[in-house]
Nanobody
């Protein structure tokens, strides 16, 4: 099975930008849909963004207009560009392969990367 590994998290100031990367693998990468999810302390894991095999995208309400998901099938990478970050964006961010794109059904996850936004 393909593996996913997130990177790019860190500590930033409110208003700053950050780009997360998700490195995939496997021969079927280009035919798979992927999503970004996040989990803040004491909260359930929530949907952030998704990208389909053909490049269609959708976003959670809280990040619409601020975050952008993209993919590079040649590099087997999925990206999450995060702009205008606020402390409410602080969470562990996970990349997952979507088995059902519209239901956000995740087949497997990466290990996650911590994003902390200070005031």
């Amino acid at each position: 099975q393909a593996q996913l590994r997130e990177s790019g998290g860190g500590l930033v100031q409110a208003g700053d930008s950050l780009r997360l990367s998700c490195a995939g693998s496997g021969d079927t990468f280009g035919r798979n849909a992927f999503g970004w999810f996040r989990q803040a302390p004491g909260q359930e894991r929530s949907f952030v963004a998704a990208i389909a095999s053909a490049g269609g995208v959708r976003y959670g309400d809280s990040v619409e207009g601020r975050f952008t998901i993209a993919r590079d099938n040649g590099k087997k990478m999925v990206y999450l560009q995060m702009n205008s970050l606020t402390p409410e964006d602080t969470a562990i961010y996970y990349c997952g392969r979507l088995n059902n794109y519209y239901r956000n059904l995740v087949m497997y996850w990466g290990q996650g990367t911590q994003v902390t936004v200070s005031s």
